[in-house]
């Protein structure tokens, strides 16, 4: 699931994921990282224009608009057909298949209801690179519905149970994770992403 969220105020008010690093979209590159590991993906946005982000990809909004990325969560868990999710921002440029499928393994092997990556954000996790089960839907709707959002990713994630957490060793093994979970929101992080893209060429 590629969850396209944001007014992109930082970026001018453009679609952050539409923006181009290395000559490839950065919603395309999101795109080709989960295709890899996923039957199939699920654009979850709220412009209207999204149906045209990326062709042949069905499309979701928010069931709780303003809620933040967790509304995107909900809206993917609850338009899956009863499926778990596997989550990534739109505005992730280098986030790798490599990374998805430790995520995606550690959910199994953990009969994880949560699972996400350690970070330096200043969660300390990555809530919108990660794996959430179809078990948590009702909660999560009740969560938000209670006037939650925004940034409370972690406070659900927090009073979530079965949260299994990706070490920091464990991300280190597949991939430097300040490039991993880079995100893009302003002006100089498009160019230094663009910079960083051009350093690994």
Request: aromatic letters at 6%; glycine letters at 12%; proline letters at 5%.
């Amino acid at each position: 699931m590629v969850l396209a969220g944001g007014s992109s105020r930082r970026l001018g008010g453009a679609p952050k994921g539409l923006a181009e690093v290395a000559g490839i979209r950065i919603i395309d590159r999101v795109a080709a990282a989960l295709r890899e590991v996923a039957p199939e993906l699920l654009l979850v946005a709220n412009d209207p224009a999204a149906s045209q982000w990326l062709p042949g990809t069905s499309v979701t909004s928010d069931l709780h608009p303003g809620k933040g990325g967790l509304a995107g969560v909900e809206a993917a868990l609850g338009n899956g057909g009863g499926r778990d999710a596997l989550v990534v921002g739109w505005d992730m440029p280098f986030v790798t298949p490599a990374i998805l499928r430790a995520i995606l393994e550690a959910a199994e092997s953990n009969s994880a209801d949560i699972a996400l990556p350690a970070s330096d954000s200043p969660y300390g996790f990555e809530p919108f690179c990660a794996y959430y089960s179809v078990r948590v839907l009702p909660s999560l709707s009740r969560f938000l519905e209670a006037g939650s959002g925004g940034g409370a990713a972690r406070d659900f994630i927090g009073r979530s149970s079965r949260v299994h957490l990706l070490q920091a060793q464990q991300v280190a093994a597949v991939g430097d994770a300040r490039m991993l979970f880079f995100s893009v929101n302003t002006a100089a992080d498009l160019e230094r992403a663009r910079a960083m893209a051009k350093a690994t060429e």
